[in-house]
């Protein structure tokens, strides 16, 4: 990260030095263009590369490493079901205490990405970049061997805790009525619907992970007000879903070949969609545009 930043403020330095001079500003002296530069954002191309490099690391890391890393994430996007149903269980009926009830749902997001944990939603993002930057067969197979592995985790990760929530008395009673009233809604989508609502899901969760690392200061801010937009937005997020459904699976209400097909398979494809084929490849685009 500290190669990030002094990337980036010696190329806001050089852009400040550019523009004074074209402008026919008032020479700075280099502390002066120092102190600008600092107050800059840092380039598109360094936010870009620092994605990428971090896709090329998670890419490398070993099976077990990947394993082990999915399975926590997985277990902890469990607390972004969990959180949200015991604050509407304590608070009043109405639309804007279910508003300040879902805020719960970026606690599984801050733990996770604060963690360094491995999030299939996340690796849509960091791991597609490595790929459209050196495009191939040995690049595709990286990146599918990561998908794969992270997202099998998260869903194993995800099914242990919905599992246990389902087993074992937790919770108090009205906040297992509102985990259940929270997964029949989702589940009263269409294929179609939940498809749709995946890609803003997707498209969100990968503009987090642009902003996180753009953020030096407000990483923990970015995560909840963009986490908060998928809560309220009722959008599908494949592993924070999965968790909700698989809790009616273990509760008996929906079978797992239903979970699979009219959740899985829609909210995986518009979150890939939405994170991978719509935001990824613009930000990519948006490089390659300015080296051309």
Not at 2 to 7: L, R
Not at 39 to 55: D, F, M, N, T, Y
Not at 81 to 108: D, R
């Amino acid at each position: 990260m500290d190669i990030q930043k002094e990337g980036g403020r010696q190329d806001n330095q050089e852009a400040v030095r550019s523009a004074s001079r074209s402008a026919n500003h008032v020479e700075l002296s280099r502390s002066e263009e120092r102190e600008v530069a600092q107050k800059l954002p840092p380039s598109v191309q360094v936010l870009h590369e620092a994605v990428r490099i971090q896709g090329e690391m998670e890419m490398d890391r070993s099976t077990s490493a990947l394993v082990w890393s999915a399975l926590a994430a997985g277990l902890t996007m469990g607390f972004s079901m969990m959180v949200p149903a015991m604050l509407q269980a304590h608070l009043p009926e109405g639309p804007a205490w279910k508003m300040l009830a879902m805020s719960g749902y970026a606690v599984g997001f801050l733990i996770v990405i604060l963690a360094r944990q491995q999030l299939f939603t996340e690796n849509t993002m960091t791991a597609v970049l490595p790929f459209m930057a050196r495009p191939g067969g040995r690049s595709l197979l990286r990146l599918l061997r990561l998908w794969g592995i992270v997202l099998l985790g998260n869903l194993i990760g995800g099914a242990v805790f919905a599992f246990a929530l389902h087993q074992m008395p937790m919770l108090e009673p009205a906040t297992y009525d509102a985990l259940r009233e929270s997964a029949n809604e989702l589940m009263r989508n269409s294929a179609w619907a939940l498809f749709s609502k995946g890609i803003i899901a997707g498209w969100l969760v990968a503009t987090m992970v642009w902003l996180v690392t753009a953020a030096e200061d407000s990483k923990a801010l970015v995560i909840i007000v963009l986490a908060w937009l998928i809560g309220i937005g009722g959008f599908a997020h494949i592993i924070v879903g999965a968790v909700e459904v698989l809790f009616l699976v273990f509760d008996g209400q929906v079978g797992f070949m239903d979970f699979l097909t009219h959740f899985v398979v829609p909210a995986l494809a518009g979150n890939v969609a939405g994170g991978s084929l719509i935001f990824a490849l613009i930000s990519h685009a948006q490089v390659r545009s300015d080296e051309a």
